[in-house]
């Protein structure tokens, strides 16, 4: 009976900022980080007295957390009552039952709700996971004595317990913090959850998903993870990270807010089952196009190991810009926007000629990736490698130009969107040989860096990062989103951890 989904990690590689208003674009990478949820009975058969129950019980586990919460959920109004230590709350997972189930309520028929109480009353087991990449293990990695590389990340069990970041702020204990390193661990979370609780009770049928990745099954997973992520978070977000947890890699414009509006009318006492059936209905008008990166070329993720930064703070204080200097920033977001643009375009590009002809392309990105990009130039020696080179240079100077307005956003906002620190990291890194392009992602900040490398060259940009305090991560691309899995995610990771290590 257990079901098991999981969802993707991900990297905004442009759009930062931008992509908060309609009808600016990001592009956003699906990783190979990955969150599973696994949804099984909490009762193997229905209790006799059962019928009679007003409540069905609901467990929730986080091994990796070593945290186990109980909770009672009302079969009438669906709301979620936590009976366990409050400490150990997980408000992604506590909106995301109500809303899974409120859907069923609002798309099944009456044969098929009588059907649902019955799985109901025998409770709901829920258990999360996320993978090492979501956490930061650099202090455990340090506390070895073991050195800043990919390869001690490797040397980890699989779903590595967590540590807290309990550290005391003026003599007191604040509220302990876990390390991550930005990768949007609550919405993979929250995805994997629903899509097991909606295959679980039958909403959508997920298995097929490989054939056909523009179901209507995907939309449905897709409404109730944004909906659930944005009353959890209390806000409504742009979704980029809930969006490319449901369907990979991609270039978005986020939906309009207001389809989310008759969400507040659950906090106001409409039944859950009412508003959720509004919200299927609701126009949401987000748009994605196929976006993923060219042959050859590999996503590679830093962590500096210099803090992390707020990002809602620092939205703040873009959004407080704004509204000061709204000439400047309306022609800042406009060059960022076309740069974007540019980006997208080369590497549209790049994929095109991969596929025209992929013996001069492989050629070129074989040469490039052993070489700084100053010398790429010399490597053209007819037109179809010439267009290659042209591309990749044209690639790397739009990062440029929006690397200096994403700075120059900052440095005006009064926020470190690329600090000191970062500039010179990623000048560094856009210096070594085989790589493409670096950035910050996202909002920007201290987190995290990433660089697009070319070929096999990523292992040698990993090596010269270890040598500059800069742990690189066994992050990848990988293009997919939301999909159900067959067997346990633990030994399915051992496996795979296993069969890495042969490889090498």
């Not at 208003?21 to 009975?41: D, H, Q, W």
């Not at 990433?450 to 990523?458: E, H, N």
Request: hydrophobic letters at 40%; one cysteine or more.
């Amino acid at each position: 009976m257990a079901v098991v989904a999981s969802a993707p990690g991900k990297v905004l590689m442009t759009g930062g900022y931008l992509i908060l208003e309609r009808p600016n674009a990001g592009v956003v990478l699906s990783t190979n980080a990955r969150f599973y949820a696994i949804v099984k009975p909490l009762y193997e058969e229905m209790k006799p007295d059962s019928w009679a129950w007003a409540w069905t019980d609901v467990r929730l586990t986080s091994p990796q957390l070593s945290r186990e919460s109980m909770y009672k959920l009302s079969l009438k109004n669906l709301m979620l009552q936590c009976v366990s230590s409050s400490e150990s709350r997980n408000p992604f997972v506590e909106q995301a039952v109500p809303y899974a189930i409120a859907a069923a309520h609002a798309l099944f028929d009456k044969d098929k709700k009588d059907a649902l109480h019955k799985l109901l009353l025998q409770g709901l087991d829920i258990t999360i996971l996320g993978c090492n990449d979501f956490y930061s293990y650099r202090n455990q990695i340090e506390a070895r004595g073991l050195p800043l590389t990919p390869e001690s990340l490797a040397a980890l069990p699989p779903f590595t317990s967590i540590t807290f970041n309990a550290e005391e702020e003026n003599g007191q204990n604040c509220k302990p913090e876990v390390a991550k390193t930005g990768l949007g661990s609550s919405a993979a979370m929250t995805t994997a959850v629903i899509a097991a609780l909606l295959h679980y009770l039958g909403v959508v049928d997920l298995s097929p998903l490989s054939k056909n990745e523009g179901s209507a099954d995907l939309d449905v997973v897709h409404i109730i993870a944004q909906t659930a992520h944005c009353i959890a978070q209390g806000k409504i977000g742009s979704g980029f990270d809930v969006s490319s947890a449901v369907y990979g890699s991609h270039r978005y414009v986020r939906f309009s807010p207001d389809v989310l509006s008759s969400a507040q009318d659950a906090l106001n006492g409409t039944p859950l089952q009412e508003v959720m059936a509004a919200i299927l209905k609701g126009k949401w008008d987000h748009e994605r196009t196929k976006f993923s990166l060219p042959p050859s070329m590999n996503l590679l993720l830093g962590e500096p190991g210099t803090g992390g930064s707020s990002t809602p703070s620092m939205v703040g204080a873009v959004k407080r810009w704004q509204k000061s200097d709204p000439a400047k920033a309306q022609e800042t977001w406009r060059k960022l926007s076309e740069a974007n643009s540019k980006l997208e375009i080369q590497f549209n590009i790049l994929s095109k000629l991969a596929e025209e002809n992929w013996n001069a392309y492989k050629c070129v990105l074989d040469i490039c990736s052993k070489q700084r990009s100053e010398k790429w130039i010399e490597q053209s020696t007819e037109p179809s490698q010439e267009a290659v080179v042209k591309a990749l240079l044209g690639a790397r100077s739009a990062m440029v130009e929006i690397r200096n307005l994403m700075r120059q956003m900052g440095e005006a906002a009064g926020v470190p969107i690329e600090p000191e620190s970062q500039t010179r990291l990623l000048d560094a890194t856009m210096d070594m040989e085989g790589v493409l392009l670096a950035g910050v992602p996202g909002a920007g900040g201290f987190d995290a860096v990433f660089a697009v490398t070319l070929g096999d060259s990523g292992s040698n940009v990993a090596k010269a990062w270890s040598s500059l305090n800069v742990l690189a991560l066994l992050v990848r691309e990988d293009p997919h989103g939301v999909s159900l899995e067959t067997g346990d995610p633990i030994t399915k990771e051992i496996t795979a951890a296993v069969s890495a290590v042969h490889i090498e």
